[in-house]
């Protein structure tokens, strides 16, 4: 059987060992003034865990206490308490013993004890600070073990609420706060314990016990950082209850702003960098009080960030302006632009107004930086496209042309509306550059040179705007060209532009290449590209060489041109090179009368060789069918002449079955086989002989 094995080294200089039964497992001893309590299952070391002020004589468990026979009487005690809880003054008793009722006798008498109340020693412990004895019996007055007694649940918050009280009173705020969470303490009580956490206006309404009051005045301030590191904790959890049961509380935004606030005090005093933590989540800081004890710490970062949590946006872009051009603000990583084009990206179209009010300065002092406000990956497609144009327009034109440069470049941001408005404002530009260079032509200190190579910022510009005319496909060139001062000679701009109208205006992109740019190359190249549009194209620039319409009819009478003349070399020229693309009857009949024979010999050279070629060719690819027709009806010929018989009694050269009426096939040495047996492989050779 099992049982209790402990050795303890005898019963010291009594005689006689005195023992009581706890439980079921634990027994009681006596060793001189000391008692122990091994249980099952002990190593065999017995420990101490009793003195007594004398050897006790007889022993005696009553739930919670024991009780030892000493000399001057009784003495009560806990297992777990250090100190007498009762010496009862009984001459000369010797033995105690429990039945019904505890007795106490001595040679000449004997005295029957009785427990009080446990509620009236709950209230007497409580006086006496033994809260972990007063648990004890409160726990013994809930008889029928339900934990939602109200009196025993007013009992057990007494408790608590008095114990953490005490123990904030020894300094112990760890075990303190632990209690203050078993309480329905509010908040704000327990709060002000420690000094400067709640505003002197709620302060002065907490109440506390006499002994707190003076303690909470003596707090030094390593026993206050303490007191806030404890507090964090306590914080920490009512911030969870208050959210889960926010709708049973009536006050419950009063006491959020409560918690919200003293944690990030606490913080601040402690733990520094958990503030931007917690001001990054929904929180509920007061703002006054908060930005004033962020300010006592220098804390401006995290300063910036409680205003952006309470979406005081305007207070939070006027203090990183003010940051930004500080020499001390190192020490925040505040200084420069950074911080508010990192602030301004997260705003959003619903706060362009502040985006403007605020990107005004960093566009000025640092135009190299400011676009990144605009094009960040998650503005570039949210903010007003119009609104931000006209805002850097008015600010610096040329940040608006790189704005718009950016959005097609590097967001492929392909709409009419971007499109137009980018090639607009190089049209504008490119005429805003244009009548100095213009001026230094005429006094000859400059050069014609090609569209897009002239020099400085203007060949840089008319170089983008040729580009995006080629590779933009969405803009509406109509309204592009009404934008085209007449008096400057952006012909190969226009050119591009009529093309786009559609196939009516190709006629007006040919005469600005062949009689107003005057090359031949381009014109040819122009019509390559849009044949497959317009396949009447190259006589059209065959006509616009021989017979050019008048630059009334062309619509380039205000132009400062010369009108168009025929050129009868280069429309032979074209007539030699593109024959093939143009009907010759049609070429031919274009020729005036008085054409010599000399001049279009060239012409008639080129179209005999082409049409002897041609006939050659022909004649090559009709011998070539001819020679592969008469091979294939050799092959069939030889194929149909090689045959024999196979009969249904004939076997399988595979599987040695009769063929019957399957479907069979024979190798070029007639053996014969199954159709299906030929995927099992050819058990022999072909022949060859």
């Not at 059987?1 to 039964?21: M, R």
Request: some cysteine; glycine content about 4%.
């Amino acid at each position: 059987s099992s049982g209790i094995n402990a050795e303890y080294g005898g019963a010291g200089k009594q005689l006689e060992a005195a023992l009581a039964w706890i439980d079921e497992n634990t027994v009681g001893l006596c060793k001189d003034e000391w008692s122990i309590f091994p249980s099952e299952g002990d190593s065999g070391e017995a420990r101490a865990n009793i003195k007594w002020c004398d050897n006790p004589t007889s022993l005696m468990h009553c739930k919670p206490y024991v009780l030892a026979v000493i000399t001057k009487g009784i003495e009560v005690k806990n297992i777990n308490i250090v100190e007498s809880i009762q010496v009862l003054e009984l001459p000369r008793a010797k033995f105690v013993a429990q039945g019904k009722k505890m007795f106490v006798a001595s040679t000449t008498h004997i005295w029957e004890l009785h427990l009080s109340d446990p509620v009236y020693q709950v209230d007497t412990l409580i006086k006496l600070k033994q809260f972990e004895l007063a648990e004890t019996l409160n726990k013994m007055t809930n008889t029928d073990g339900a934990s939602n007694d109200p009196n025993y649940m007013a009992r057990q918050r007494k408790i608590d609420t008095e114990a953490a009280y005490y123990e904030y009173t020894q300094k112990r705020f760890e075990k303190s706060i632990a209690r203050f969470l078993k309480t329905n303490v509010p908040v704000d009580n327990v709060v002000g314990l420690f000094p400067d956490l709640l505003p002197q206006k709620i302060q002065k309404l907490q109440v506390y016990p006499a002994e707190v009051a003076v303690c909470m005045a003596h707090l030094t301030q390593n026993e206050k950082d303490k007191g806030y590191e404890a507090l964090e904790a306590y914080l920490l959890d009512k911030r969870r209850d208050v959210t889960s049961l926010e709708k049973e509380l009536k006050n419950s935004r009063d006491v959020k702003i409560i918690i919200d606030t003293s944690l990030l005090k606490c913080y601040l005093q402690n733990k520094p960098k958990l503030v931007a933590s917690l001001l990054r989540v929904e929180n509920h800081c007061h703002l006054n009080a908060c930005e004033k004890a962020l300010r006592s710490k220098n804390r401006m970062e995290d300063l910036i960030t409680l205003y952006k949590s309470k979406g005081e946006h305007d207070k939070a872009l006027e203090k990183l302006k003010q940051l930004a051009n500080m020499q001390n603000t190192q020490k925040h990583d505040l200084s420069g632009p950074d911080p508010t084009i990192r602030y301004l990206r997260d705003m959003g179209p619903s706060l362009f107004e502040l985006v403007k009010k605020y990107s005004k300065w960093v566009i000025e002092k640092h135009p190299g930086r400011c676009l990144e406000i605009f094009t960040a990956p998650n503005t570039a497609s949210s903010l007003p496209y119009r609104d931000v144009v006209e805002h850097l327009q008015s600010i610096n034109p040329e940040i608006a042309l790189q704005y718009q440069e950016r959005l097609v470049e590097v967001f492929n941001v392909r709409n009419t509306e971007v499109e137009t408005d980018l090639l607009t404002t190089l049209i504008s530009k490119v005429a805003e550059e244009w009548p100095p260079y213009s001026g230094k032509l005429a006094a000859g200190v400059e050069i014609p040179c090609s569209p897009g190579s002239e020099p400085g910022y203007l060949g840089e510009l008319r170089n983008k705007l040729l580009h995006y005319l080629e590779v933009l496909v969405n803009y509406k060139a109509e309204q592009i060209l009404r934008r085209i001062p007449h008096e400057i000679p952006l012909y190969h701009e226009r050119a591009i532009l009529y093309c786009r109208l559609g196939p009516g205006d190709y006629e007006k992109s040919l005469a600005l290449y062949c009689h107003v740019i005057k090359d031949q190359e381009k014109a040819e190249e122009f019509c390559r590209k849009y044949h497959q549009n317009d396949d009447r194209i190259f006589y059209k620039l065959l006509k616009m060489y021989q017979s050019p319409p008048s630059l009334e009819v062309l619509g380039f009478d205000r132009f400062k041109v010369e009108e168009p003349r025929a050129d009868m070399d280069a429309a032979i020229e074209v007539r030699v090179k593109h024959f093939r693309m143009i009907d010759k009857q049609e070429a031919l009949a274009l020729l005036p009368p008085e054409t010599r024979l000399a001049d279009v010999n060239r012409l008639f050279c080129a179209i005999l060789k082409d049409t002897t070629r041609n006939k050659r060719q022909n004649q090559m690819l009709k011998s070539l069918h001819l020679f592969n027709n008469l091979q294939v009806k050799s092959q069939m010929m030889s194929l149909q002449s090689d045959q024999f018989i196979v009969e249904a009694q004939d076997n399988c050269c595979v599987c040695n079955k009769k063929v019957g009426e399957a479907a069979i096939a024979f190798y070029p040495d007639r053996r014969i086989v199954h159709y299906g047996c030929m995927t099992q492989g050819d058990p022999q050779p072909p022949r060859t002989d």
